[in-house]
Nanobody, 125 residues
Framework: VQLQASGGGLVQAGGSLRLSCAASGRTFSSSAMAWFRQAPGKEREFVAAIRWSGNTYYADSVKGRFTTSRDNAKNTVYLQMNSLKPEDTAVYYC????????????????????WGQGTQVTVSS
């Protein structure tokens, strides 16, 4: 099973980027998928998640600016990032669970078994 994240890059503050996470080796249509990020010198943190139902959940720091979605036919998850800020600079990771994840633990790294390699997002001021 592989998760391939792409779409990162360098963007000015206020700009937008769209990250993609393409899965292969198994289907994730019945599983939760999530995005995490890790800034230099900081621990990895939850960004967004989407359940099999399509319900989405966000960290407070990105709510209203980021949107996650999924295309089950393509086995791909997206993270649309708007109004980017310098503090959004990090390596972004996509992650997949091997089953449906209950709401109480959907923000936990331990809920996800499969991880992508990460894609760098740099926001300049």
């Amino acid at each position: 099973v592989q998760l391939q994240a792409s779409g990162g890059g360098l963007v000015q503050a206020g700009g937008s980027l769209r990250l993609s996470c393409a899965a292969s080796g198994r289907t994730f249509s019945s599983s939760a998928m999530a995005w995490f990020r890790q800034a230099p010198g900081k621990e990895r943190e939850f960004v967004a998640a989407i359940r099999w139902s399509g319900n989405t959940y966000y960290a407070d720091s990105v709510k209203g600016r980021f949107t996650t979605s999924r295309d089950n036919a393509k086995n791909t998850v997206y993270l649309q990032m708007n109004s980017l800020k310098p503090e959004d600079t990090a390596v972004y990771y996509c992650a997949g669970a091997d089953h449906a994840v209950i709401l109480s633990v959907i923000r936990r790294e331990s809920s996800y078994v499969y991880w992508g390699q990460g894609t760098q997002v740099t926001v300049s001021s």
